[in-house]
């Protein structure tokens, strides 16, 4: 099936704004991963907030792995 030109365009509209979301949730991530990883560190926090801070850190680690994976099999986009 061939798309009109507006079709195309309205898709290429959806795939920016897509790619802009998904950039967006990756930058969210690596500022609360940074985040809890100086709450790791700091040694006047408690043991329960560094502990709540590095399972957040992990997650967060787990998410990124999963999108760079789709990513890569999706796009061939491979660091």
Do not use: W
Not at 35 to 53: P, V, W
Request: hydrophobic share 45%; charged share 30%; net charge negative.
């Amino acid at each position: 099936m061939e798309l009109t030109p507006l079709e195309e365009a309205v898709n290429n509209a959806h795939e920016v704004a897509c790619g802009l979301a998904g950039l967006a949730l990756i930058k969210d991530l690596l500022d609360k991963g940074a985040e809890a990883n100086i709450i790791t560190r700091d040694r006047e926090k408690s043991l329960d907030e560094r502990k709540e801070a590095l399972l957040e850190s992990r997650n967060v680690n787990k998410v990124l792995n999963l999108i760079a994976s789709t990513r890569s099999l999706a796009f061939g986009i491979d660091a």
